[in-house]
């Protein structure tokens, strides 16, 4: 599987931006896709998990309310709409796939994008 990962960009606090990863290879239909990222200097942490059928979601706090997790798996493809970024938001983002159910570890991931650079001016 192969991930590509779209969208991201500077944009000024409380701007939006929507990430998308589109996956190619196989189909990601089954599988639980899910986001993190990674500031620097600091771990990749996790964003946002959505199931194989887009019908339950889990959001890290510190984007809770903010963000929102979809897919469409006739395109082979999840979107990330991010709202109300703030300069703490700026990092490279990275979509993953995963045959488990909502995992938020990275271990848990088996195949990975290369990331998309999100930048919030202040």
């Known amino acids: 599987v192969q991930l590509v990962e779209s969208g991201g960009g500077l944009v000024q606090a409380g701007g939006s931006l929507r990430l998308s990863c589109a996956a190619s290879?196989?189909?990601?239909?089954?599988?639980?896709m899910g986001w993190f990222r990674q500031a620097p200097g600091k771990e990749r942490e996790f964003v946002a998990v959505?199931?194989?059928?887009?019908?339950?979601?889990v959001y890290a706090d510190s984007v809770k309310g903010r963000f929102t997790l979809s897919r469409d798996n006739a395109k082979n493809t999840v979107y990330l709409k991010m709202n109300s970024l703030k300069p703490e938001d700026t990092a490279v983002y990275s979509c993953?796939?995963?045959?488990?159910?909502?995992?938020?570890?990275?271990?848990?991931?088996?195949?990975w994008g290369q990331g998309t650079q999100v930048t919030v001016s202040s």
């Open positions: 993953a796939v995963s045959p488990r159910n909502l995992p938020r570890r990275t271990y848990e991931y088996n195949y």
């Open positions: 290879g196989r189909s990601v239909s089954s599988y639980a």
């Open positions: 959505i199931n194989w059928s887009g019908g339950s979601t």
